[in-house]
C-alpha cells in the first residue's frame, strides 16, 4: 500500500476527536479501540516507508485481522448475537492463510475480503430481519449509523482485492489519476468522515 498524507490527516483528525470527545464505556469503547488500531498503524507505517522499510505488507495484514475482527465483535454486540460463531471461524481462516498461503510478505488481500464479506453478510441479514420486526426506529438511530458506516469501506475495497490483479489498480482515470488512488482515497474519506460524524453525533447525544 501507499502512503497518502490525505489519509493520515482523516486519520488523525478522527484520532484527535475521539480521544477528546468519546466516552471509553459499552460499544463505544469498541470505536475508540478501532479508532487507535487506525491511528497506530497509520502512523507506524508512514514512519517506517519514511525510514526506508518498504515490506510493511505484514502490519497492514495483523492491522487488518485485528480491524476486522473489531467490527464483527462490535455489530454481533449491538445485534445481540454469538460474536465469537463469526469471530473464532474468521480468525482461524486468517492465520492459516498468513501461514500456508498469502504468507507474511505480501499483504493478505483475501483476509480483508473475508472479514468484509462476512460483516456486510450481517449486516443486510439483521437489516432486513430488523425491518420484519418492524423495529423501523433503530435505523434512525445512531447504533445503525454506527455499523453502516464500514459497509462502503468493505465493499469498496473487497471488489477491488479481489481480483488479485495490480495492474488493475494502475488505470488511469483522469489525468495521473489512477484506479488504485481513487479507490483508496474515496472509501476511505467515507469511512474516517462517518467516524468523525459518529463521534460527534454520539457526543452531543449525551451518551
Request: aromatic fraction near 22%.
Amino acid at each position: 500500500m501507499e502512503n497518502f498524507h490525505f489519509i493520515q490527516i482523516l486519520v488523525a483528525a478522527s484520532f484527535l476527536i475521539s480521544l477528546f470527545w468519546l466516552e471509553r464505556k459499552g460499544i463505544d469503547k469498541i470505536v475508540f479501540n478501532i479508532i487507535c488500531l487506525n491511528f497506530a498503524v497509520e502512523m507506524t507505517v508512514s514512519t517506517l516507508l519514511t525510514l526506508g522499510f518498504e515490506h510493511v505488507g505484514i502490519f497492514y495484514t495483523l492491522y487488518t485481522i485485528c480491524h476486522n475482527s473489531l467490527w464483527l465483535l462490535l455489530i454481533t454486540r449491538i445485534f445481540k448475537v454469538r460474536g465469537m460463531r463469526m469471530i473464532a471461524p474468521y480468525l482461524l481462516f486468517c492465520i492459516l492463510n498468513l501461514i500456508l498461503y498469502e504468507g507474511s510478505y505480501d499483504y493478505n488481500t483475501y483476509s480483508f475480503v473475508i472479514g468484509g464479506f462476512i460483516y456486510v453478510a450481517i449486516f443486510i441479514y439483521q437489516s432486513f430481519r430488523s425491518l420484519q420486526l418492524e423495529k423501523f426506529q433503530f435505523f434512525l438511530g445512531l447504533d445503525y449509523f454506527l455499523l453502516f458506516i464500514p459497509v462502503l469501506f468493505f465493499l469498496g475495497l473487497s471488489f477491488y482485492f479481489g481480483f488479485k490483479d495490480s495492474s488493475l489498480g494502475d488505470i488511469k482515470l483522469i489525468g495521473e489519476l489512477d484506479l488504485y488512488k481513487f479507490v483508496m482515497n474515496f472509501v476511505n474519506f467515507v469511512y474516517y468522515s462517518l467516524l468523525v460524524v459518529y463521534v460527534i453525533k454520539r457526543a452531543k447525544s449525551g451518551r
